[in-house]
Nanobody
Framework: QVQLAESGGGSVQPGASLRLSCVAS????????MGWFRQLPGKEREFVAG???????TYYTGSLNRFTISRDVAKKTVYLQLNNLKPEDTAVYYC???????????????????WGQGTQVTVSS
């Protein structure tokens, strides 16, 4: 069974930074695009950012300037750097493996095949 293992969440104050990690160790995922999603309390899951195996990346417009996605192919790990966190960023963050890369958030929602268990990010003062 394909597994994605997220880590790096936590409770922080506004303005802080976190780096989320997701290890996709299964070799079958080597050519998948990897993405990050989040689910705010009481809301639908939403796309945050995605990255292809060659480093091409895309972001949900609300993620621009504060969030950065990156990927270490050798370590089979994708990262999401969260900077200047705000209380409205409080959510469970999930990584996902997507068959194909697109700049459309809808594509990522529809074609992400494998999901991690999620990691909680809480931003409060």
């Amino acid at each position: 069974q394909v597994q994605l293992a997220e880590s790096g969440g936590g409770s922080v104050q506004p303005g802080a930074s976190l780096r989320l990690s997701c290890v996709a160790s299964d070799p079958s995922l080597d050519n998948y695009a990897m993405g990050w999603f989040r689910q705010l309390p009481g809301k639908e899951r939403e796309f945050v950012a995605g990255i292809n195996w060659n480093g091409d990346s895309t972001y949900y417009t609300g993620s621009l300037n504060r969030f950065t996605i990156s990927r270490d192919v050798a370590k089979k790990t994708v990262y999401l750097q969260l900077n200047n966190l705000k209380p409205e960023d409080t959510a469970v963050y999930y990584c996902a493996a997507c068959r194909g890369f697109s700049r459309s958030a809808d594509y990522w929602m529809q074609h992400s095949e494998y999901w991690g268990q999620g990691t909680q990010v809480t931003v409060s003062s």
